[in-house]
């Protein structure tokens, strides 16, 4: 079992920045790919980006490339999302997920084995 516990949402103006933190116990991280997820009022969650578990190869939505960046730090079984340039439109509740033994990134919610409980994320106009 993995528990993982999203932190560093909040209220944020439009071009400000965060960044979300996922820490993982139970299991060590180096064994899964992981990523992160968002969920609008109304809509579906969609994948934002991912990462192997490497790090070396990561995968981002169109709509957050060039202002977000994954990361990872495997010594310290946490996952990054910094997110800048930050838009009203990225206002969402933020999921981390967690596949094992994913090589590459993976785009598609069903095939991640864990998810945190989500950090609200408000970009104010």
């Known amino acids: 079992q993995v528990q993982l516990v999203e932190s560093g949402g909040g209220l944020v103006q439009t071009g400000g920045s965060l960044r979300l933190s996922c820490a993982a116990s139970?299991?060590?991280?180096?064994?899964?790919?992981m990523g992160w997820f968002r969920q609008a009022p109304g809509k579906e969650r969609d994948v934002v980006a991912a990462i192997s578990r490497s790090g070396a190869s990561t995968y981002y939505a169109d709509s957050v490339k060039g202002r977000f960046t994954i990361s990872r730090d495997n010594a310290k079984n946490t996952v990054y999302l910094q997110m800048d340039s930050l838009k009203p439109e990225d206002t969402a509740v933020y999921y981390c997920?967690?596949?094992?033994?994913?090589?590459?990134?993976?785009?598609?919610?069903?095939?991640?084995?864990?998810w945190g409980q989500g950090t609200q994320v408000t970009v104010s106009s």
């Open positions: 997920a967690a596949d094992f033994g994913a090589v590459q990134p993976v785009l598609r919610e069903r095939l991640y084995d864990y």
């Open positions: 139970g299991r060590t991280l180096s064994s899964y790919g």
